[in-house]
């Protein structure tokens, strides 16, 4: 079959189309034709070497996210059928081979039936994402009815998600920060009571509108680093910073200061660690029945990608500050 590979980590030119083996279903696993993927950022930055160590062996094959129809069921598998229309948060790293590929072999506990009511490529910008936001904001903490959480990135791949999980199932006052006054706009259609041009507003002014200056009690940085000391500015005595990047909070002092809480979360460590599969899988169930239901929906950037494009795909996402997701059609 026909495989988008890489032999070692660079910039976008590292990609080659290569043939690889039609992988197999083992026991508890589906084989998926890949119709579609999405870029995120930890894809672009595993390619670049940045996140070299999530890779595992080379030739890799990467993304996680895959959307596409069931072409075999392994032994054990009873909740899957050859032509179920499915999407998956399953492999792509650690050396498992990814979504870009004609074919794509997933643990069927971390694989759900694809909403009825999306494209394969609308679909394929859930995954990811959708579980970052649950495992943040549903598994690894609990947040108190009547919270007030800021999420930094509104309309980013994670920010976009988290309104729309945070307004369906948590009991708070939801607020978010966008680059852009129509990013806000968006924002504010997809559940935040506020958003906040970050470009034209300090963390401090938007803790003085929103909280009466107490401070925001969660903030949940979607953004990455250079976000990390307004996460600090905006946050109030007691408040927890859920960080999804992996950078710790500066300057110390002022972390300190405000007797914060930092929780860093890897959405991936089912993949990289084997644990926790099974909850893949239902949180992408429980996804499937809000997105079907009209509660959730995906935000795709209007510039579209296929394989064929993919190094077009991870520059744009890197460097084009999309709205949404980068979709990627799997045709060659």
């Given at each position: ?12 030119s590292v ?15 589906v084989v ?17 070497g ?8 080379f ?23 050859v032509?179920d ?41 859930l ?24 999420i ?9 998600v988290?309104l729309?999980?945070?307004a ?22 997809l ?13 401090e002014d ?18 990455g ?17 859920i960080?999804?990047?992996?950078t ?19 959405a ?10 099974e909850?893949?899988?239902?949180f ?9 239901a009209?509660t ?9 990608f296929?394989?064929a ?19 990627v059609?799997?045709?060659?």
């Amino acid at each position: 079959m026909k495989a988008i590979i890489i032999r070692d980590c660079g910039d976008s030119s590292v990609f080659e189309t290569a043939e690889i083996d039609v992988p197999k279903a083992g026991g508890g696993q589906v084989v998926i034709e890949v119709k579609a993927t999405s870029v995120n950022p930890v894809d672009w930055k595993m390619r670049n070497g940045f996140g070299r160590f999530l890779i595992g062996d080379f030739p890799a094959v990467l993304h996680p996210d895959c959307a596409g129809v069931v072409s075999e069921v392994g032994p054990g598998v009873r909740e899957f059928s050859v032509g179920d229309e499915v999407y998956s948060f399953a492999t792509g790293l650690m050396g498992k081979p990814g979504a870009l590929a004609e074919y794509m072999a997933a643990d069927a506990r971390m694989v759900a039936k694809k909403p009825a009511s999306l494209s394969f490529e609308e679909a394929a910008t859930l995954p990811l994402v959708w579980t970052t936001a649950s495992f943040a904001l549903t598994e690894r903490t609990k947040i108190e009815p009547g919270s007030s959480l800021l999420i930094q990135g509104g309309t980013g791949g994670v920010g976009f998600v988290a309104l729309q999980l945070a307004a369906a199932k948590l009991d708070v006052d939801l607020y978010a920060t966008c680059g852009t006054d129509e990013k806000c706009r968006i924002a504010e259609s997809l559940g935040a009571k506020k958003a906040f041009n970050y470009k034209t507003i300090s963390p401090e002014d938007m803790s003085a509108e929103a909280t009466g200056g107490k401070g925001f009690d969660v903030v949940f940085n979607t953004v990455g680093e250079e976000a990390i000391d307004s996460s600090v500015a905006a946050c109030g005595l007691g408040s927890r910073i859920i960080d999804i990047n992996g950078t710790f909070p500066t300057p110390p002092n002022a972390f300190q200061f405000h007797q914060m809480s930092f929780l860093s979360v890897f959405a991936g460590h089912p993949i990289t660690h084997g644990i926790n599969q099974e909850k893949v899988g239902e949180f992408l169930r429980d996804l499937t029945g809000l997105v079907d239901a009209g509660t959730v929906k995906p935000l795709l950037d209007e510039k579209r990608f296929t394989f064929a494009s993919i190094g077009e795909a991870h520059d744009y996402q890197e460097t084009g500050s999309p709205t949404g997701k980068v979709a990627v059609s799997a045709t060659w």
